[in-house]
C-alpha cells in the first residue's frame, strides 16, 4: 500500500561512520556492514487507535539507523507492516460497533500524517497483513509439510522446537517466556499444543469473523508472527541487517519471527541485529492503547505543537531508555527549538564543520542522540553568546540536523 511521502534528506560534506548498535540476540554492540543497500525491516502499527507518542520514539530511532546509513553513501531497503486485521483490531471495532476494516484504513490514514509530519522516511514497501495472506499461506503449508507445524482443530501451530536457535533472540528462560507469551498475544494454556509457546500459524476462520481462502489450510487469517516474516522474506530476504520494533516486541514476535524465518530457509540469522527501542511511559506506566494512558501525535499537532519540537522531545531520550512523557519534556524541546532556530538564522557563526562530526560520532554510538543534541545545543550557546565569522555554518548545522536528525530548521 501506499506509504507517505519523503522529506528530502540533504547529502552533507564528507562521509558518515558505520553505526554500531546494540543486538538484543547478542546483548552486546555490534558494528554493522551492511552492502551498498542497507535493508531494514521494522514492524508497523496495529491501526486500531492513533500513534501515540511511544509508537513515535520507536520509529523515530529507525529513521535514525536510516539517517546514519544514507550519510556513508548507501541506498537503504525499509520494510514496514500495517497489522491491519488481528485480534485487538477486532476487538475494538466490535466494541466500538464500526467495521473492521474501515478503522484500519483510517487509523492508517492518521499514522501516515503523523510518519509525514514527523520527517520519517518512508519505507519503500508499505505491506498490510490482509494484502500479504497469499504470499503467507504457502509458507505456512511448508512449514507444515516439513513437519515444522501441526494442526489443532482447524488452527495450525508452529513447532517452536523445530527451531536449534529458538531462545536465542531474547535470550529467556522458559519460564519468562511462558508467561510473556499470555501477556502478548500467545495461548499457552490451550489444551492440545506439543509445546505451550508455540505460536499460531493460522487460524481457521471463527464465526463472525473476516477470513480468508487459505488453501490447503481452509478459510482463515494469518498469526501476527508469520505476517511480519512473510512481508520480509518478500521484499529483503534472509540476513537483512536489522529488525527492528519495541522492546515488547522482543519476545514472542521478534523471537518466533526469527524461528519461522530460520526453519523456513534454513538460514541463520534472519537479522544481523535485533534492535529494540525503549518503552515510553505516561504516569508511571507504558503508553499503550489497551490501558489507554495515550499521548497522541495527531492531538499534539491539533493543538499546534510544532512536529519538529515533538521530533526534538523524542530525541531528548537514548532509544534504549525507557521514559516518561510529560509536559516539561515537551517545553524543554519547544525551548530547544526556539534557540536552534534562532541560531541558524544569521548568516554566519562559530565554525561547523567539528559539529557535524560530533553528530556524526554520537549517532554511529547506538544512536546516541541525546549527545548529539548537546553538541548542538553548544554551538547554538557560542552563536548566542559570541557569535563567529565563518560564512554559511548555520546552513551547514541547519542541513546537518535535517540529514541526521530530521528536524528542520
Ligand atoms: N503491529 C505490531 C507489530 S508487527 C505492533 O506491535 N503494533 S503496535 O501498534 O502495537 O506497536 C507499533 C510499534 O510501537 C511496535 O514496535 C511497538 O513495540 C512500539 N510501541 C508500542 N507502545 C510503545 C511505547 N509505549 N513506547 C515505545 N514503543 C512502543
Ligand atoms: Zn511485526
Redesign the pocket.
Known amino acids: 500500500m501506499y506509504a507517505w511521502p519523503a522529506s528530502e534528506v540533504p547529502v552533507l560534506p564528507g562521509k558518515g561512520r558505520d553505526l554500531r548498535i546494540h543486538d538484543t540476540a547478542t546483548g552486546g554492540l555490534v558494528t554493522l556492514d551492511p552492502g551498498p543497500v542497507a535493508r531494514i525491516y521494522?514492524?508497523?502499527?496495529?491501526?486500531y487507535d492513533a500513534t501515540?507518542?511511544?509508537?513515535a520514539?520507536?520509529?523515530n530511532a529507525f529513521d535514525l539507523v536510516q539517517r546514519v546509513w544514507l550519510d556513508t553513501k548507501r541506498q537503504v531497503h525499509y520494510v514496514q507492516?500495517?497489522?491491519d486485521v488481528?485480534d485487538?483490531l477486532l476487538e475494538r471495532a466490535e466494541r466500538d460497533g464500526i467495521d473492521w476494516a474501515a478503522l484500519a484504513e483510517k487509523e492508517t490514514a492518521l499514522f501516515r500524517e503523523d510518519m509525514t509530519a514527523l520527517r520519517m522516511l518512508p519505507p519503500q514497501d508499505y505491506i498490510g497483513a490482509v494484502e500479504a495472506i497469499p504470499g503467507i499461506v504457502p509458507l505456512v503449508e511448508r512449514l507444515r509439510d516439513a513437519g515444522a507445524a501441526y494442526e489443532l482443530d482447524g488452527d495450525v501451530y508452529f513447532s517452536v522446537e523445530s527451531d536449534p536457535h529458538f531462545g536465542e533472540v531474547s535470550g529467556l528462560d522458559a519460564a519468562a517466556m511462558r508467561l510473556l507469551s499470555a501477556e502478548r498475544g500467545g495461548d499457552p494454556d490451550r489444551p492440545g499444543k506439543k509445546n505451550p509457546l508455540d505460536p499460531m500459524l493460522w487460524m481457521a476462520a471463527r464465526e463472525g469473523e473476516p477470513s480468508w481462502d487459505g488453501g490447503s489450510l481452509g478459510r482463515g487469517r494469518p498469526g501476527?508472527h508469520i505476517?511480519?516474516v512473510a512481508i520480509a522474506l518478500d521484499h529483503l530476504g534472509m540476513g537483512f541487517d536489522v529488525q527492528?520494533?519495541?522492546?515488547?516486541?522482543a519476545f514472542p514476535?521478534h523471537e518466533m519471527g526469527a524461528s519461522h524465518a530460520q526453519v523456513l530457509t534454513g538460514e541463520f540469522p534472519m537479522a544481523k541485529a535485533y534492535v529494540?527501542?525503549?518503552?515510553?511511559?505516561l504516569h508511571g506506566e507504558?503508553?499503550?492503547?489497551s490501558r489507554g494512558n495515550l499521548v497522541f501525535v495527531s492531538r499534539l499537532r491539533q493543538d499546534g505543537v510544532d512536529p519538529a519540537a515533538i521530533r526534538l522531545a523524542l530525541l531528548a531520550h537514548h532509544y534504549r531508555a525507557d521514559w516518561e512523557w510529560t509536559d516539561q519534556v515537551l517545553e524543554d524541546a519547544v525551548a530547544r527549538l526556539g534557540r536552534w532556530r534562532a541560531a541558524v538564522s544569521r548568516p554566519d557563526g562559530p565554525p561547523a564543520e567539528a559539529l557535524v562530526e560530533e553528530i556524526r560520532e554520537a549517532l554511529a554510538d547506538d544512536l546516541d542522540a541525546p549527545a548529539a543534541l548537546a553538541a548542538v545545543d553548544r554551538w547554538a550557546a557560542l552563536q548566542q553568546e559570541q557569535g563567529g565569522t565563518d560564512e554559511g555554518a548555520p546552513g551547514v548545522v541547519s542541513r546537518a540536523v535535517d540529514a541526521l536528525l530530521g528536524v528542520a530548521l
Open positions: 521494522v514492524c508497523g502499527i496495529t491501526p501515540h507518542l511511544g509508537h520514539a520507536t520509529y507492516n500495517v497489522t488481528d485487538p501476527w505476517e511480519c527492528g520494533g519495541g522492546s515488547d516486541l514476535h529494540h527501542a525503549g518503552m515510553v511511559a507504558k503508553m499503550s492503547k
